[in-house]
């Protein structure tokens, strides 16, 4: 599955994208939309393979579609020339040349390495599993600043692995010169968010209660102390910080004070995941639909019509809709792309208001996908799927089928 693979097949395809694509997704908001075309058909350049797969924290579930697949595959970044990425196998960030695939440096830390670095005007911003974010010159990897997260050097076994009670699970976000961060995974253990000076790594604000918080859990009539519990890429809006929760919703923070808005975690039994979209005043969400133990299955369930996604509303937390059947999505101004049942639909949103309650109605283009797709960009004018053995691409205006190449 191309989530499995290392960098290889994808550095040979970023490769017709001139734009940077400075952190996971793109942006801030983790739309996956990019503005340069790509030149099909696509051919490989050069490859690198890594001398061994990514090491997941967590395996497959077995019973529902996977939440917490954030580290499954090396998410490269491309900036000023540079594809970057990093590595839960080895510890080790990489720089390479983007037009040769050559390799300009590298950075070796002491923990797993699960996320995408973030690149902000020339510095490349990198957080791990032991605890400490580093901001390093993209030129050469120097080392300009680095800040403990974690508020003491405590290491032990997690995730088969040696990282810090408090890891770095959410990546860095850097938006307008502020880095955003969390430490932390284990609520009872104390849960940080910070906000960075981008260009020293000053502390900003610093929210370090949101780990012990009297609330409802989401289980019926359950209450107790519990908190936020960070896993998944940071994504934000003009005004608030979305810190992902793995198998729950977001919690939602102020973006200029860290001020905790609101965490509705009961409400959400079977909404969430490690990723989630910004678009417009909403937020878009996985549901997984909850299975029987007894339909367990080796690895992890197939998509199915109970699946979907929510769609919550940014200033109040409320859940506004559901779109029933459908497991990937990517929106634009005027469109939303949806995957589910077989297919990828375009649909109209140019008119659309979420706020009403109801989905979008108006199908633009329906195109059958013969793969289980786990992952989806825009790239210009191209619908680009990435799925089971195979990388796709759709015309976006017609849904054409333009371009498809086997991956291994």
């Given at each position: ?238 005004d608030r910080l979305l810190v992902p929760t793995g198998r729950n919703i ?159």
């Amino acid at each position: 599955m191309i989530r499995r693979l290392g960098v290889a097949t994808a550095c040979a395809a970023l490769l017709c994208v001139a734009a940077d694509w400075s952190m996971y997704k793109g942006d801030a908001t983790r739309s996956g939309v990019g503005t340069d075309s790509l030149a099909f058909p696509l051919s490989a350049q050069w490859s690198w393979r890594s001398p061994a797969p990514p090491q997941p924290a967590w395996p497959q579930p077995g019973k529902e579609l996977h939440r917490i697949d954030l580290d499954y595959a090396f998410q490269p970044v491309i900036a000023e020339g540079k594809v970057l990425f990093a590595s839960s196998a080895d510890n080790t960030l990489r720089c390479l040349d983007l037009s040769t695939g050559a390799r300009l440096w590298h950075l070796v830390t002491g923990a797993p390495l699960r996320f995408a670095p973030a690149v902000a005007d020339g510095k490349v911003y990198l957080a791990g599993d032991d605890g400490v974010v580093r901001c390093l010159s993209l030129a050469d990897g120097r080392q300009i600043w680095h800040f403990r997260a974690a508020p003491r050097d405590d290491m032990l076994l997690g995730n088969g692995r040696m990282t810090s009670r408090w890891p770095l699970r959410s990546g860095v976000l850097v938006r307008d010169g502020v880095a955003y961060v969390t430490a932390g995974l284990w609520p009872s253990q104390g849960i940080h968010v910070y906000a960075l000076a981008a260009d020293t790594g000053r502390v900003l604000w610093h929210n370090d209660n949101s780990g012990s918080v009297y609330m409802r859990f989401p289980h019926p009539v359950a209450s107790g102390f519990g908190g936020v519990a960070p896993q998944g890429y940071l994504l934000a809006s003009a005004d608030r910080l979305l810190v992902p929760t793995g198998r729950n919703i977001p919690a939602v923070f102020d973006l200029k004070t860290g001020k905790l808005l609101y965490y509705k975690a009961a409400e959400a039994l079977q909404d969430g995941g490690a990723w989630s979209t910004v678009w417009r005043d909403v937020m878009f969400t996985p549901i997984n639909r909850f299975t029987n133990p007894s339909e367990a299955r080796v690895g992890e369930a197939l998509p199915s019509g109970a699946d979907g996604m929510a769609v919550y509303s940014l200033k109040t937390g409320e859940k506004l809709l559901r779109l029933g059947g459908k497991y990937r999505l990517l929106a634009t101004r005027d469109c939303l792309f949806t995957i589910g049942g077989g297919a990828i639909e375009c649909l109209d949103v140019s008119q659309w208001d979420p706020m009403l309650g109801k989905p979008p109605s108006k199908v633009l283009w329906k195109q059958d996908l013969d793969t289980r797709a786990y992952t989806i960009a825009l790239a210009g004018k191209a619908l680009v799927i990435g799925g089971t053995n195979q990388v796709q691409a759709y015309d976006a205006a017609t849904g054409k089928p333009v371009w498809r190449a086997a991956v291994d």
